[in-house]
């Protein structure tokens, strides 16, 4: 039997950044021919910092169309969206009796929400559990995440292990997979890591035009184009590393680090750019051509759906006998 991996993003804004891509959804990807993979849209999850919603059901299907778009391919993992197992929900609730407050009380993602000024509320507090109840619905084995959902992957850890030692084993206890390197912490615009919340983010999809005006925005030091500069650790040069072949990487290093040749962070920027849209120009179109089969990605997401429900059915079935509570239509 081959491992269960499982992972999902959380339909925030509408577009998959880079940070999003290099830092987990790249290795969505590679996992799939392995067998056993599951990626999901966390709706519920955004529910904590979306209120609109006709945006949040655009969000959701943007980021089923960038998955897509990106290589997720419905013949090699099970895609589905969050709301088509409303028992995730059941069992988040169950894992709840189960959680210290003081495992949640520890997680950082909390805090550092609450300090960019998203609502304390108990949602948001509780994430970590639903999350939990994510991935042991699948009873997933492993878990592809960046490095900033380590620790929710550990809180699950701990819950899983408290699950079974109560009730006797139901769940793997399941590891986070972390990219490290240069991806582990993909920079935004202005140095910081890109997030949607910290509204530096370069999205994938992005028009062009506005594309070529983010990435002419990047923030650098103020070293004039015949001047030298350092590439390691400029925001510009860390990007182009992900984007780029590395003719081309070192190319622009010996430029950058070059002076009286009149190459500056603008030439750098543009090349940037440049790279980028080579990089995803495939993803690019097929974007394009899923905008314009809305009916071909819900099919896909509902076949999703019937895939992941046998599942989820024998999961709430070994939970429930488990727990001693079973409701009369099981
Ligand atoms: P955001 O910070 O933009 O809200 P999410 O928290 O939705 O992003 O993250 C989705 C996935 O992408 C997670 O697995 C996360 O670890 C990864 N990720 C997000 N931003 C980065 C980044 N800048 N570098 C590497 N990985 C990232
Ligand atoms: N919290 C994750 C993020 O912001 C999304 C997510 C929800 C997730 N449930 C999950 C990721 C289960 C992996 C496994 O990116």
Redesign the pocket.
């Known amino acids: 039997m081959s491992l269960i991996t499982l992972s999902g993003?959380?339909p925030?804004s509408s577009g998959i950044?880079l940070?999003?891509y290099?830092?987990?959804v790249r290795q969505w990807i590679d996992l799939q021919d392995a067998g056993g993979a599951h990626y999901f849209i966390a709706s519920y999850h955004a529910l904590t910092t979306v209120r609109d919603p006709a945006q949040l059901s655009s969000n959701i299907r943007a980021v089923a169309m960038d998955y897509l778009a990106l290589g997720l391919d419905p013949e090699r993992a099970v895609i589905y969206r969050q709301e088509d197992v409303p028992e995730v929900c059941e069992l988040s609730w169950i894992l709840s009796t189960l959680t210290p407050m003081g495992l949640l009380e520890r997680c950082v993602a909390y805090k550092d929400k609450v300090s960019q000024g998203i609502s304390a509320d108990h949602g948001l507090f509780a994430y970590p559990v639903l999350m939990a109840a994510d991935i042991l619905i699948v009873r997933s084995h492993r878990v592809p995440?960046?490095?900033?959902?380590k620790q929710h992957v550990e809180v699950t850890r701990d819950i899983a292990g408290k699950f079974n030692q109560t009730y006797g084993a139901v769940f793997p206890v399941p590891e986070p997979l972390i990219l490290e390197g240069n991806?582990?912490?993909?920079p935004?615009i202005d140095g910081q890591?890109?997030?949607?919340?910290y509204g530096n983010?370069l999205c994938i999809f992005e028009s062009e035009k506005k594309l070529r005006k983010r990435v002419m925005s990047i923030v650098t030091d103020s070293q004039g184009v015949d001047e030298s500069k350092e590439p390691e650790g400029n925001t510009i040069f860390e990007l182009y590393k992900l984007v780029a072949t590395d003719d081309k990487v070192d190319a622009m290093a010996d430029k950058l680090r070059s002076s009286g040749i009149g190459y500056g962070y603008g030439h750098a920027k543009q090349e940037l750019f440049e790279a980028m849209l080579d990089y995803f120009a495939d993803a690019r179109s097929r974007r394009l051509q899923l905008e314009e089969n809305p009916d071909e990605v819900e099919q896909i997401l509902r076949s999703g759906a019937d895939r992941i429900r046998p599942v989820v059915e024998k999961t709430m079935d070994a939970v429930r006998s488990a727990i001693g509570v079973i409701p009369s239509h099981s």
């Open positions: 993003l959380t925030t950044h940070g999003n290099f830092g987990a995440v960046g490095q900033d959902q991806a582990a912490k993909v935004g890591k890109m997030s949607k919340s983010d």
